[in-house]
């Protein structure tokens, strides 16, 4: 390597025998890219399941994060590879429209990628391979459809809800509470769904952590919880039938909109000045008592004189209010976002019947707690935990359980965890090969290979023979025709996951499949890679 420099000066680098390198073309290059997915797959393979391992991540400021979820691992791993990018970009996939098993997509990606290179060394065409993939993903969705199970449920009866949100739940950091926490999960939801239309708004449920305290402390609040205090020390602490206006105008006296310049030369004139300052905050706050308001929320925040006024007419308030809780405030207390003291009417106030302060610990740490609100549709699960890692991995984990709960209530068809389905699936597609005359079904015996690895990975973290446990549940389903036995991880004594109470929503199981088949017909269709170096 040697450093010249071009007729402007600019230094450019010469690298020796650079024209003996060449691009990966066809066979190599598909072989590559194949590495590379599975490269990515391996890392998450040993956080599947619920004895997974949990990853430690370091971003480049410093910060660690400690999580076994996919997405999230993912996201923050630094990815160069095209094609590790695109298994990156399966996983986030998987979370926007699931929210729930996004490390299963990537690992049955890996094992497909894994199975279709075996079928590229003996000469079959990708896109033979492709077609062979297509058809098994068909086959596999169906008979996820065959075998699932509805369920039912209603607001007195959560429990089918509950059981399966402890699923999610129980592959986390968090499993010792999975109980508490897929309680408080299903109850947000129920409190924010439209069980006439199916639908969900998990805009409406705000997830808000304070470190301290314990995991258990973690609670449900039917109101909004808001990260700040009174402005005034001496203000009341707790309001009841509170009515609230909430504002976006600050308590200031305006502004030119120009650039503007005030001489004052005489002490006359800066009395008038201050006199006129003093009945501008007059007239804003009494223009809240007229109208009746108890409480004042703004997002600006206003100066001594405005909140030493603002106590002395014993009007609480809270200032600096972000614009999303704001949002969350109105829809929770029936009021309007008012955007000048001029529109302040009575119509406009929020209600709730009680408004307190909090303090933790031995902090001076204080939330406002806004309850028994007008509309009940919004919720805060308000989480504690030891430090802020927990705190963060507690939220991703309801996030996990919100989604699942969520999308039981758009259809609630099951299908049973612990790779129960993946077997059975499996079973399926090896029984549909023979079908099929030409190429193709090697393609389709090797996704029901690929469709084992879950189940195998799933026996390998649980410290279990993989071979051996998969092959003797593998004789078992079909012996018995039972499509509820899957690997026993937890080493309850039973394959049968019913028993277990181990459940997985049939939407996500059958959204994985078709993701991960999508993205391995894709990468099987590159057969050259192409950078700006090239052109």
């Known amino acids: 390597m040697a450093l010249a420099f071009d007729e402007y000066g600019r230094p450019f680098i010469i690298l020796r025998e650079q024209e003996s390198k060449s691009r990966l073309r066809g066979l190599d290059a598909q072989k590559a890219n194949i590495a590379a997915g599975v490269a990515v797959s391996r890392i998450l393979r040993t956080s599947l399941g619920p004895k997974g391992m949990d990853k ?33 970009e399966l996983s ?14 990537v690992v049955l990606a890996g094992a497909l990628l894994q199975q279709s290179e075996k079928l590229l060394e003996r000469g079959i065409h990708p896109i033979r391979v492709a077609e062979g993939f297509e058809i098994s993903s068909r086959i596999a969705v169906d008979h996820l459809e065959k075998i699932a199970h509805k369920f039912d449920f209603s607001a007195t009866n959560i429990e089918p809800l509950v059981q399966t949100c402890m699923t999610t739940l129980s592959s986390k950091i968090v499993n010792r509470c999975k109980r508490s926490l897929a309680e408080i999960a299903v109850k947000s939801v129920m409190a924010v769904a439209d069980l006439e239309r199916k639908d969900v708004n998990l805009d409406l449920i705000k997830v808000e952590g304070k470190v301290g305290g314990k995991l258990e402390d973690t609670e449900l609040i039917y109101g909004i919880v808001v990260d700040k205090d009174m402005s005034h020390p001496q203000m009341p602490k707790q309001i009841e039938d509170a009515k609230i206006a909430i504002l976006t105008c600050p308590f200031e006296p305006p502004k030119p909109k120009t650039k503007h310049k005030v001489d004052i030369d005489t002490v006359e004139k800066f009395q008038t000045l201050r006199k006129q300052e003093q009945k501008y905050f007059d007239d804003m706050v009494q223009r809240c008592k007229d109208v009746g308001a108890t409480l004042v929320i703004c997002q600006w925040g206003f100066d001594d004189e405005a909140n030493h006024l603002l106590m002395h007419r014993n009007l609480p308030a809270v200032r600096w209010v972000g614009g999303v809780e704001l949002e969350l405030i109105a829809i929770a207390t029936g009021g309007r976002i008012v955007p000048r003291f001029q529109e302040l009417t009575t119509e406009k106030l929020g209600k709730a019947g009680l408004v307190r302060e909090k303090a933790f610990g031995t902090t001076k740490d204080r939330m406002l707690y806004i309850e028994h609100c007008a509309n009940s549709k919004a919720v805060t699960v308000f989480i504690r935990g030891g430090n802020k890692m927990m705190i963060e991995e507690t939220k991703r984990s309801i996030h996990d359980a919100l989604c699942v709960a969520r999308n039981l209530i758009r259809n609630n068809s099951i299908v049973y965890g612990g790779g129960a389905a993946e077997i059975s699936c499996s079973i399926a597609v090896e029984t549909a090969a023979d079908k099929y005359p030409g190429v193709e079904q090697y393609a389709i015996r090797a996704f029901a290979d690929a469709l084992d690895s879950v189940p195998m990975a799933l026996a390998e973290n649980s410290g279990l023979q993989p071979i051996e446990t998969l092959s003797a549940v593998k004789a078992q389903q079909i012996k018995e025709s039972n499509h509820c036995c899957g690997i026993d991880c937890n080493d309850t004594g039973t394959n049968n996951m019913r028993e277990q109470n181990v459940f997985e929503t049939l939407i996500g199981k059958q959204q994985q499949i078709l993701l991960a088949t999508q993205v391995v017909k894709m990468i099987l269709k590159i057969d050259d890679v192409i950078s700006p170096a090239d052109y």
Do not use: C, H, W
């Open 56 to 88: 430690m991540l370091q971003s480049p400021d410093g910060d660690i994060t400690i999580t076994n979820d996919g997405a999230t691992i993912l996201e923050q791993m630094d990815v160069d590879n095209q094609i590790g990018k695109l298994m990156v």
């Open 92 to 105: 986030r996939s998987q979370d926007y429209e699931i929210g729930d098993g996004t490390t299963g997509v």
